[in-house]
């Protein structure tokens, strides 16, 4: 069918939201800007004369795609190599979505993000619509063609699982700044004790190199023992193992609406330390290595410091 510019306007609008909702999903900006064209793809082909409410009409259609993307996507990480992490986003990047609700905003950080992985598709689908974007149990009982007492069962199941997590604290941008800040003073102080004094004592740290650069492939348990890691790999020439000639440099931001510290070789972004604070401390560090995932945090880093 032809797409008429008021057609192609009303997708536009709706946009913004969907590429929140399948970034929530999939836990990655590339999958989700697919999915988003997909859907824009199904627009085109669509008798939209038929369609009553466009929002609900994409939104159906885009909750279904990541639902088929998420059944492929656990049998691709089941073989993956080493841990799997979400991809980050910057602070400012409307792929994150509204955060005037302290749901919308936990719904979006890393750690919710990794915790999303153990709930099966419908699970997740349910969560995300529910909790970050408050759509009625009968309105995702209709995208998912499911009863609307079985939607309502499965999204308590959704939230015993997640309630398995650990408690974390809430911060603000300026909040998350100024944690990140500190923590970075404390990397580059050259001391451990410094570390220890911010992580908790069974803080945990998972990288996430994708099989393309150098990562642990097991979690390492233990403030102490991620203390001296960090000393390590942050003392002076010990990266040149792994970038060579790169000139450095780490610098404090807010990455999925908390702390994080961004490392930078030249004009790229290659590596992203995500900070999980609880009331006890720095609980467990999320470090993104994997330059597949950090494609769009580059493109964005690089816009925010032409500002």
Request: with cysteine; proline share 5%.
């Amino acid at each position: 069918m032809v797409v008429s510019s008021r057609d192609v306007e009303v997708f536009e609008q709706a946009r913004p939201r969907l590429e929140a909702i399948a970034y929530r999903m999939l836990g990655s900006a590339g999958d989700a800007e697919d999915a988003v064209q997909d859907t824009f793809l199904r627009w085109q082909a669509a008798d939209r004369e038929l369609v009553e409410i466009p929002e609900a009409w994409l939104t159906r259609v885009l909750t279904n795609l990541c639902l088929n993307q998420l059944t492929s996507a656990r049998a691709r990480r089941e073989a993956y190599v080493g841990q799997w992490l979400p991809e980050p986003l910057l602070d400012g990047d409307r792929m994150l979505g509204p955060a005037e609700t302290a749901e919308q905003r936990d719904s979006v950080s890393i750690a919710v993000l990794t915790l999303m992985e153990r709930l099966t598709p419908n699970e997740r689908a349910v969560y995300v619509l529910r909790e970050a974007f408050g759509y009625p149990h009968a309105e995702i009982a209709g995208f998912l063609d499911l009863t609307e007492p079985n939607c309502q069962q499965i999204h308590r199941r959704a939230r015993q699982h997640m309630a398995d997590g650990r408690a974390r604290t809430e911060t603000d941008v300026a909040s998350a700044r100024r944690i990140a800040e500190q923590f970075l003073a404390a990397a580059l102080s050259g001391e451990v004790e410094p570390l220890v004094r911010m992580l908790t004592g069974d803080a945990v740290g998972v990288a996430d190199g994708g099989g393309e650069v150098p990562a642990r492939t097991t979690p390492i348990v233990g403030g102490l023992q991620l203390a001296r890691l960090l000393r390590g790999i942050l003392r002076p020439g010990a990266i040149d193992r792994f970038l060579p000639s790169s000139d450095l440099s780490l610098h404090a931001a807010v990455v999925n609406g908390g702390p994080a510290l961004v490392a930078v070789a030249g004009d790229q972004v290659v590596g992203v330390i995500c900070i999980e604070v609880t009331a006890d401390g720095i609980a467990a560090l999320n470090i993104q290595g994997s330059p597949s995932k950090l494609h769009r945090i580059t493109r964005e880093w690089a816009t925010a410091q032409s500002r």
